[in-house]
């Protein structure tokens, strides 16, 4: 999968590696920000209040 | 052995000429399949460095940012007043809106520079950036009654991390703009998350009129875990308003934080 999008990536090879760097690195910053925050609602490592009032 | 051998060379190109014909597309779905998984695990290793690491770092920033904005509103003198006197009834401020800053917490247990933000409101929102939040409905400090706070254990500034450290006498400082208030810890008791009475205004004494104040520390127990909640109980002792300086324990930080150390 992953040699199948390198090698569908435009230009020579230095772009290419570029190119899939930069690719990482969005993917990265995606996570980062939206999913893992997302994900850590079903952690329940952050719980730390008490009874009704309980939030995650 | 001798005649084996070249049997089993001669089958080799064959069996593998084979399966690359026939089972091409098995092939490149088990590939696809392993490559997945792989990055599933990937994903999940940066993930528990995310919640682990990176969160706290965010939520350090965010608290400092929010200490250095409440301490801009902050009056007083910084040098600690010479010996003790009784400022009589502390002062009860209101409580603010959802989200804004009442207090900063002082620990000297949690280290020499432990200052942390008290924010009114115990959502995620508050709790996963800005660090300790006020139970709404609970006392102000200073009022008689239950000024009750929660705080992550891990992850997201971990502000009460070393909860269990305190040591009974520990002080624990809170300042607000009226002024210093000066609890003394005296315990810690360990319940499920069920128990709200830990919030009650004299802490598990359902219909108890309160006479003293109290300050309630919840945070997760164990360390890491979430199965059950340590509370931190401490009593108000002294009370001194901000036009008189700081405790003498901590106005070093207390300069600091006002950026005139």
């Known amino acids: 999968m992953y040699g199948w999008i390198f090698r569908h990536l435009p230009g020579p090879l230095w772009s290419r590696i570029l190119t899939s760097a930069a690719l990482i690195a969005g993917i990265l910053v995606l996570m980062v920000q939206f999913f893992f925050p997302w994900m850590s609602q079903f952690t329940t490592l952050t719980n730390s209040t008490i009874g009704s009032v309980q939030q995650p | ?261």
């Open chain 2, 1 to 261: 052995m001798t005649q084996q051998q070249p049997e089993a060379s001669a089958a080799v190109p064959v069996t593998s000429s084979r399966r690359r014909n026939s089972g091409s597309a098995a092939r490149k779905a088990v590939q696809i399949t392993g490559e997945l998984l792989l990055t599933a695990g990937a994903v999940l290793l940066l993930f528990v460095a995310w919640e682990l690491w990176w969160t706290n770092v965010e939520a350090d920033a965010t608290q400092a940012k929010a200490i250095d904005g409440f301490a801009k509103e902050l009056t007083g003198p910084l040098t600690p007043p010479a010996g003790a006197t009784d400022y009589g009834k502390p002062a009860v401020s209101a409580a603010p809106a959802y989200g804004d800053t009442i207090g900063i917490m002082y620990v000297p247990r949690f280290g020499a520079d432990y200052s942390r933000p008290i924010v009114q409101g115990t959502g995620a929102d508050v709790l996963d950036s800005l660090g300790l939040g006020h139970y709404a409905g609970t006392s102000m400090p200073g009022a008689a009654g239950n000024f009750a706070v929660a705080g992550h254990r891990q992850t997201h500034g971990a502000v009460l991390d070393n909860i269990h450290e305190l040591v009974p006498g520990d002080r624990i400082y809170v300042q607000t703009k009226a002024g210093y208030y000066t609890y003394v810890y005296r315990n810690n008791q360990i319940v499920l998350p069920s128990r709200t009475d830990v919030l009650l205004p004299v802490p598990t004494k359902a219909g108890a009129q309160p006479r003293d104040s109290y300050l309630t520390m919840t945070s997760c127990n164990p360390r890491f875990g979430s199965g059950e909640r340590i509370i931190a109980y401490s009593l108000l002792e002294s009370w001194q308003p901000a036009s008189v300086g700081p405790p003498s324990d901590i106005a070093a930080l207390v300069a600091k934080t006002r950026g005139k150390a």
